[in-house]
């Protein structure tokens, strides 16, 4: 990207990003900044920065918590004056357009030593899962919100576990509480991903990646039993099916 298609991006975004605002009621920086206070947005909205950003006073883009923390507190302040949200646009879109504007490619979630599939086919499913459940979510499917939020916590994406949690309680998921109250979310997160995993491994052959998917999340938080199903999957080739065991 050269200086000037990079100068244009950066425009772009901040421009998207103003029209963001005036979409959610137009919130003074004042109400943004006591807003982005609460416990799951990532980081304060200070005033002075927020009139720095929005004014073009700052040569690079903002970090993305900020940009996360600016698209949760619209999504607040809209909420709360009543407005729609719909065309606010999630905050997997907003991650895609800030990725966008510094040129570079949303990453793909965790590595594929342990998949025992192709790298390149394990990094499409793997995308096109976690995809899809941004198409759900923002479809209104509550279990949908609720596993992104499992994914995000277990990914160390905070500013999109929080986001994710949110719109799951606020449709009223029974887990989202769980998972909002635990003093343990990683391991809470982790039981979960290991219950996707079998539910997916007994569905059959063209479940399993998504399977292995589930498990590697939870093995990386030091789950036992995910370890044990994805040591036992990197023996079977890809899309063939080793049945899960019944508990």
């Known amino acids: 990207m050269t200086d000037t298609h990079r100068a244009g991006a950066h425009r772009d975004f901040i421009a998207a990003l103003k029209e963001l605002r005036e979409a959610a009621g137009q919130p003074t920086y004042n109400q943004m900044k006591r807003l982005s206070r609460a416990a799951d947005v990532p980081k304060d909205l200070p005033e002075s920065t ?28 809209a909420e709360q004056s009543r407005l729609p949200t719909d065309a606010l646009g999630s905050l997997a879109l907003w991650q895609a357009r800030w990725l966008a504007a510094r040129n570079e490619r949303p990453h793909a979630i965790g590595s594929y030593d342990l998949y025992g599939t192709p790298a390149d086919e394990a990094e499409r499913r793997t995308t096109r899962t976690v995809a899809r459940l941004v198409r759900m979510a923002g479809d209104g499917d509550v279990e949908a919100a609720y596993r992104l939020a499992v994914i995000k916590v277990l990914t160390g994406e905070n500013a999109e576990a929080g986001y994710w949690l949110h719109a799951a309680g606020r449709q009223g998921h029974p887990g989202a509480e769980a998972l909002a109250g ?24 063209a479940k399993q990646d998504i399977a292995r998917f589930y498990y590697k999340l939870a093995a990386d938080h030091g789950h036992p039993r995910a370890t044990e199903r994805l040591r036992a999957l990197r023996a079977v080739p890809f899309g063939k099916l080793l049945p899960a065991p019944v508990t």
């Not at 009139?51 to 600016?70: C, T, Y």
């Not at 635990?182 to 991903?193: G, L, N």
Request: charged letters at 25%; aromatic letters at 12%.
């Open 50 to 77: 927020l009139n720095d950003i929005l004014n073009g006073k700052r040569e690079r883009l903002p970090d993305w918590q900020l940009v996360a923390s600016f698209v949760m507190v619209c999504h607040r302040h």
């Open 182 to 205: 635990t003093a343990r979310p990683a391991e809470f997160a982790a039981d979960q991903c290991f219950a996707y995993g079998q539910d997916y491994e007994q569905r059959g052959p």
